[in-house]
């Protein structure tokens, strides 16, 4: 019997042991720190081209007259919920003298044409968002919907000036220089 006290004693003093072992070994866990987490995507609407100047060998009242390269606008954004639509524009300052040589002979904006990404090629005779009037050419009007509110757009534009309409034919020898901007919008 004693054996068996004993062996009771001692099982419940290993017991007592294991449980006071186990109770110092359990973590001590302070209190939860916050930290407030605020990030910003900033809105955003960027056009750039691959190269800013054309060249072109007139010939006079032939109706093709092409640029020396094609031009590649490439337009990205990043839009806030609540924007429509992306509108590329290419346009004019001054319809009537897109081009001109300075001493009042001029090439108008009727007369400038672009084919974006291989369509027809239109002339630059339509009111757009920018410009003067009956300057310029929509390029793209893109919807804007969530599944593109992230996105880009590329537009390879082809040019040629036509000198066949009205006095064009009889423009003076000259070199006509002028400047065609291209720019993007995001509508509400």
Known sequence: MNTRKISRITAVALGLALATTMASAQALNSGAQTIALNATLAESLTLSLSANAVNFT???GTAANPGSTNITA???WVLKPGRTAVGV???FANAAAALTDGAGDNIPSSAFFIADNAGAS???????????ANG?????NV????????????DVMAFNINL????LPQLPAATYTGTLNIQAQATP
């Open 136 to 140: 310029g050419l929509q390029l793209a």
């Open 143 to 154: 919807a804007i919907t969530g599944a593109n509110k992230s996105a880009s757009r590329t």
């Open 122 to 132: 239109t002339a630059l005779s339509n009111t757009v968002a920018y410009g003067a």
């Open 164 to 167: 066949t309409g009205g006095t």
């Open 74 to 76: 490439t337009t990205t």
């Open 58 to 60: 007139l010939a006079a």
């Open 89 to 91: 524009y290419a346009y």
